[in-house]
């Protein structure tokens, strides 16, 4: 089965599978370490990893296609590639969807924000109109190499023209072709269940802690009938605490030793990176 058919049936389960962000090839190597069964290439995630800058349309569509590109060289999970907005108008989707497919996407996302777009969970946003966010789903699907790849489209309606707004939204883009759906930032545990009441496409929570959204347990989620539970920058956020500690640590004792509450053990840093195999590797062409 391939990567984009393991989506495909993950999604149509509508179990709330829980799918992490990464931000490069490490991050990915951990979520897959750990056991989960899909990986979010995040937008975010690179914007603030990879440029140090906040997710306000900074990145480009060469920035996700080369890290999409080496976080699929690193796992072989399902990856769902945040696309922003297509980084244009209906032809630069057009063109996107067919780089990010190359690259190594499964599912593409693609959302109705004016360009440049801001974090979901940002105030300030606006959005596009609907009728050009729909030509833009068209020539997603319509880029496609392969029939399984998927396409997700988000909107960020309802922080602009309140939830109804939003839900309309959704259904134009599922009719569009859309095989997924997801409505950003809806800020109740009421606008959460009815979702999945008033949408029959497939759909993904976004859980961003810190965020709008109020925290959902998975359970609930899933019980619902959502197909993905996406925490997008939990290792990004778990990494910079993890970075803070150990240099905390570092700054206050002048010195560092291995401690696992601080720092991963150089050996398990090594099996990460899979050097056990780069060794097995090496010694086979001597």
């Not at 696309?83 to 244009?88: C, I, K, S």
């Not at 029959?200 to 619902?224: C, D, H, R, W, Y």
Request: proline share 3%.
């Amino acid at each position: 089965m391939s990567t984009q058919q393991k989506l495909k049936q993950l999604i149509n389960e509508r179990r709330g599978v829980i799918v992490p962000g990464a931000f490069n090839a490490m991050s990915a190597r951990v979520v897959a370490d750990q056991g989960f069964e899909a990986i979010y290439v995040t937008g975010a995630g690179v914007t603030n990893m990879w440029f140090g800058l906040p997710d306000q349309g900074f990145m480009g569509l060469t920035d996700i296609a080369d890290h999409t590109a080496r976080i699929r060289e690193a796992v072989d999970l399902p990856l769902i590639v945040d696309a922003d907005t297509g980084f244009g108008n209906a032809l630069n989707t057009y063109h996107a969807v067919r780089t990010l497919e190359r690259a190594g996407a499964d599912c593409i996302q693609l959302e109705d924000q004016v360009s440049p777009k801001r974090c979901g969970h940002f105030n300030g946003k606006e959005v596009i109109e609907t009728s050009e966010m729909v030509g833009k789903i068209k020539a997603a699907c319509d880029a496609r190499r392969n029939a399984d790849t998927l396409i997700m489209a988000r909107t960020d309606a309802a922080a602009i023209h309140g939830f109804d707004a939003a839900v309309e939204r959704a259904q134009r883009y599922a009719e569009a072709g859309a095989d997924m759906l997801f409505v950003e930032a809806v800020t109740s545990a009421e606008q959460i269940r009815a979702l999945t009441q008033r949408l029959k496409t497939p759909q993904l929570m976004n859980m961003v802690i810190g965020g709008k959204t109020p925290i959902t347990s998975t359970e609930e989620l899933a019980e619902m009938g959502f197909s993905i539970v996406l925490y997008a920058n939990a290792t990004l956020q778990g990494a910079v605490a993890g970075m803070q500690r150990a240099l905390g640590a570092l700054k206050t004792e002048r010195h560092l030793q291995e401690d696992p509450a601080l720092v991963v053990p150089f050996a398990e840093r090594q099996r990460l990176v899979c050097k056990p195999e780069w060794d097995a590797l090496e010694q086979r062409y001597k």
